[in-house]
């Protein structure tokens, strides 16, 4: 990835300085607000390994959720997909993140991003389209716990069981991320560890029986390809790498900690998903219908045993839980950062006494998520994707215009090409970002285009309020005397 951090990693208003030049006016604007000093005493940032574990969550959890890439396309467009995806489309999210996380390193992320690009109003609908693809996301993680549930205990199989298991597992999923940052940082460590242990050695053991002319299967014969689920498979399993910029002012040291952070993590989660790919595809031979979410369960106990095929599904909820909290601290923080730059009101950004935490944005998120927890999954991740398809180009659009806009503004890391290369990388995921948009269902279409009215009329609606008085929102000033 082309790790070059700049040495000058000083804090910005440490000393007296003269003014900067307008090139770099940029990085002078406030971006959150520093806490007072007895929370500030209390506060703990966010390590590096807690981080690293935070990304993976953000993106993937394992390979739980890859086999319908094989049930769609077949084993060999199923390895291809998660070998070349990654240099498409997550390396040049990590690399974008990289660099415009270190330039702004504020709870904002994104939102900052397009709102220092073009100005409050695409800030407000970057911020409307990654926070409600957010808790879409969100939604189906305790709906994937009950599923794996279900298999041991199968009264969560329908009814009033299976919305109180999803609504009461919500409530206590979004507890735990109230508790702070760093306790969900240190229990994503231990769940990505205990979720990934069986399948390193369900990988180590279906060595001796792996084929590898299985890995060339082009699909079972007169079972046609869908490549809406195909397509929609990867983007799901390998998307959300910017998530995690809306934590930056959370983290320790982010000029140096999200350049490695993301780096380490891409090679993980690259990894954990291809590893158990190539030694499921070349160990079985199944019928291709089978390769449905959860599958690798079975395969598990095809290849070592029952115990196995139960820890794997632990594992699952386990990994579950950790996608759940990543991505609620992510939206959280968002809610947070846009009160602190003044796109949402003051309370907003209000932090919890014991914890530190933004209880308004988790409270937020988690009345969404209740919300929509009940729609069928496959229209969850359509609807999420469709929306941050629409952030996302707005995101690179961000970025490139930032390049030219400002080249003075002070990157301690900086994506090691010049415009005309950056104008490439950022065109390939964009094209993929279309075709899924296009290949979108009717439902999805009208899903995504009320969220995005309803975005635009949030705008106009905050604009008024602060015209009118009527809402306390922070000033530019505040921020920076922060």
Not at 3 to 13: M, V
Not at 90 to 110: V, W
Request: with cysteine.
């Amino acid at each position: 990835m082309g790790l070059e951090i700049q040495s000058e990693n000083q804090k910005p208003n440490s000393t007296a300085s003269p003014p900067a030049p307008i090139s770099v006016l940029p990085q002078q604007l406030p971006i959150t607000t520093a806490p007072s000093t007895t929370t500030a005493l209390r506060q703990k940032k966010l390590k590096l390994i807690p981080f690293i574990f935070l990304i993976y969550f953000e993106v993937a959890g394992g390979p739980f959720g890859e086999e319908p890439a094989v049930q769609a396309a077949g084993p060999l467009f199923a390895i291809l997909g998660f070998l070349l995806f990654p240099f498409i489309w997550s390396i040049p999210e990590a690399l974008i993140t990289a660099e415009l996380s270190t330039a702004y390193p504020g709870d904002g992320g994104f939102v900052i991003w397009a709102d220092r690009a073009f100005g409050p109003f695409w800030g407000s609908l970057m911020g409307t389209w990654k926070f409600l693809s957010g808790v879409i996301n969100i939604a189906s993680f305790p709906a994937l716990c009950i599923d794996y549930l279900e298999r041991l205990f199968p009264i969560f199989d329908s009814g009033l069981p299976r919305h109180l298991a999803i609504y009461v597992s919500t409530l206590l999923l979004s507890f735990l991320n109230y508790t702070g940052l760093t306790i969900v940082g240190y229990t994503a460590v231990l769940l990505g560890v205990v979720s990934l242990m069986p399948f390193i050695l369900m990988s180590f053991i279906a060595i001796p029986q792996i084929h590898p002319h299985r890995w060339l299967n082009l699909g079972q014969k007169g079972v046609k390809r869908d490549w809406n689920l195909f397509f929609n498979t990867l983007f799901w399993n390998l998307n959300f790498w910017d998530n995690v910029s809306t934590l930056a002012g959370e983290v320790d040291n982010p000029q140096k900690t999200f350049p490695i952070g993301l780096f380490v993590a891409v090679i993980f989660t690259c990894l954990a998903y291809l590893i158990p790919l190539f030694a499921a595809t070349g160990a079985v031979s199944v019928d291709q219908s089978l390769w449905e979410t959860g599958f690798m369960a079975n395969v598990a106990q095809m290849i070592v045993g029952k115990w196995l095929k139960i820890w794997i599904e632990i594992g699952a909820v386990l990994s579950a839980i950790g996608l759940f909290e990543a991505q609620m601290s992510s939206c959280a923080y968002q809610v947070l950062g846009m009160a602190e730059i003044g796109f949402l009101p003051k309370f907003c950004g209000a932090r919890a006494k014991w914890f530190n935490t933004p209880w308004v944005g988790i409270l937020g998120a988690t009345i969404i998520t209740l919300g929509v927890s009940n729609l069928a999954f496959t229209v969850i991740v359509s609807s999420a994707n469709f929306l941050y398809s629409l952030g996302m180009l707005l995101e690179f659009a961000s970025f490139l215009w930032l390049r030219r806009k400002h080249p003075q503004l002070k990157r301690p890391y900086r994506v090691p090409m010049r415009l005309p290369g950056l104008v490439i990388m950022c065109l390939i995921p964009s094209a993929f970002l279309v075709f899924i948009m296009v290949i979108a269902t009717k439902t999805v279409f009208l899903v995504s285009g009320v969220m995005t009215a309803g975005g635009i009329l949030w705008f106009i609606a905050m604009k008024i309020c602060k015209a009118k008085k009527w809402l306390d929102f922070k000033s530019s000033e505040e921020g920076e005397e922060g």
